[in-house]
């Protein structure tokens, strides 16, 4: 997969994402103010990331790019959402998790 089809499955992912958090925790059909902000900050910091090439998302980096007030708001909708992925968009969610699985197995094998 090419580094622009990367960033775009990346961005897919985490938008639907912040969409399922909001929408369960905030009760709106779309984005609040707060999750609106989180999700474009997502996407330009997936547009800037420098190891796309070499990751699979940005749950598996090891560098954490996200501002820290940032980064825990993500991780709160990725904990909440990554469970809840499977029936909002089953296929995605087995993306994610083969290409986890893939990425486990290459770093493992580095060391």
Request: with cysteine; charged share 35%.
């Given at each position: ?6 960033r ?20 709106t ?6 999750c ?13 990331c ?26 709160a ?20 998790l ?14």
């Amino acid at each position: 997969m090419d580094v622009m089809a990367k960033r775009q499955n990346e961005k897919e992912t985490v938008s639907l994402m912040i969409s399922i958090y909001c929408r369960r925790n905030h009760g709106t059909k779309t984005l609040c103010a707060d999750c609106a902000a989180l999700d474009s900050y997502a996407r330009i910091r997936s547009d800037k990331c420098p190891f796309m090439e070499t990751k699979t998302f940005c749950s598996n980096c090891r560098v954490h790019c996200y501002r820290k007030d940032m980064r825990e708001k993500i991780q709160a909708v990725m904990r909440f959402s990554g469970p809840r992925m499977v029936f909002y968009h089953p296929l995605m969610a087995i993306r994610h998790l083969i290409e986890t699985k893939k990425e486990k197995k290459r770093l493992e094998g580095k060391k």
